[in-house]
């Protein structure tokens, strides 16, 4: 199974998201949640994720930073940006730093993901 870091400054997002697929049925299992991209980062580091979902606008460290310095130590890892943020220059710098996909919350189906 692949494992899956959930990261998101609010706990209804980061509970939502972790219940709104069958993951394992999928072939992921929800392996960690973080509400920061610093404690995203420690988690990376001791679980190393596959994949990771994660907000822009967070306190400590946001979602860019995150993806910036883990693409740097573990360039394998997915990054997969959920957020309110309909902003083009977000949606570039994510993909310009490596992440997969940008996907509004407001509008994302289970499907989406």
């Known amino acids: 199974m692949l494992k899956v870091l959930i990261v998101d400054d609010e706990l209804i997002v980061r509970v939502g998201l972790n219940a709104c697929l069958e993951w394992e049925k999928l072939g992921y299992e929800v392996s960690s949640m973080a509400e920061d991209g610093k404690t995203a980062l420690e988690m990376i580091e001791n679980d190393c994720p596959d994949v990771v979902f994660t907000d822009i606008k967070m306190p400590v ?43 509004l919350k407001l509008t994302f189906k289970a499907d989406d993901l």
């Not at 309909?86 to 992440?99: T, W």
Request: hydrophobic residues 45%; aromatic residues 10%; charged residues 30%.
């Open 61 to 103: 460290m946001d979602g860019l930073e995150l993806i910036r310095t883990a693409k740097k130590i573990y360039p394998k890892i997915k990054f997969v940006v959920l957020s309110c943020l309909n902003e083009i220059d977000y949606v570039k710098q994510a993909i310009k730093l490596g992440a997969e996909d940008y996907i």
